[in-house]
């Protein structure tokens, strides 16, 4: 039976990296996956990129895709997918998170969705939160706190080495910096 899957974790614990070799598997093995990334993430220019140098081309998803008649169309046109893999899948809107549970239950493929947990204002992404709603399995990508070794389980906004606690939760790229950290160091961060 094919699942649904919410892989979450913090900032640079190498969630892309962990997709990329999920796709690279299926494609030593002579299977097709379709990567699929929000468009609003800046950074992505159609492609899933790694802080480690590897990429991979993707499909832009915006706000009024739907992502069940993309994955339609590819059907249409007999291209054959054996999974579906989505990158900063915290930046997508609930129906696509919808949408995306309706191709695992209509057409039996895998779905497996790599994201954020929780904002640096310490609020569920809508789309992340849709998806503790809806998977079927949930998975933690692991990393180490920034300033400790604990468990990450947050993001920190720095911005001219001060953290910065409220704002826009989507906020990606510019001149802040998001680390990972644990939430003592959330909120006591020892910057230098
Ligand atoms: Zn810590």
């Known amino acids: 039976m094919a699942k649904l ?4 974790g913090t900032v640079f614990s190498a969630k892309s990296l962990n997709l990329i070799a999920t796709a690279h598997n299926y494609q030593t093995q002579g299977k097709e996956v379709l990567l699929l990334i ?6 992505s220019d159609g492609y ?5 140098g590897f990429k991979m081309p993707a499909e832009l998803i915006d706000d009024d895709t ?10 249409d046109k007999k291209d054959n997918i054996d999974c579906i893999l989505v990158d900063e899948c915290q930046m997508l809107k609930t129906k696509h998170i919808d949408q995306l549970r309706e191709i695992v239950d209509t057409y039996g493929t895998p779905v497996i969705c790599y994201g954020l947990r929780v904002s640096y204002t310490l609020e569920l992404f809508d789309a992340s939160k849709r998806l503790f709603e809806l ?3 949930l998975e933690e990508i ?4 920034w300033f400790c070794n604990n468990k990450a389980t947050h993001n920190l906004k720095i911005v001219d080495d001060k953290p910065i606690y ?13 680390v990972p950290v644990c939430y003592h160091c959330y909120k006591n961060p020892k910057i230098e």
């Open 135 to 137: 998977a079927d399995k």
């Open 166 to 178: 409220e704002g826009d939760s989507i906020d990606i790229g510019g001149l802040e910096k998001f």
């Open 48 to 52: 899933v990129a790694t802080r480690a």
């Open 142 to 145: 692991k990393t180490v706190c």
């Open 38 to 43: 929000p468009k609003i993430d800046t950074r």
């Open 5 to 8: 899957f919410f892989k979450y």
């Open 66 to 75: 739907d992502i069940f008649d993309l994955y339609a169309s590819h059907r």
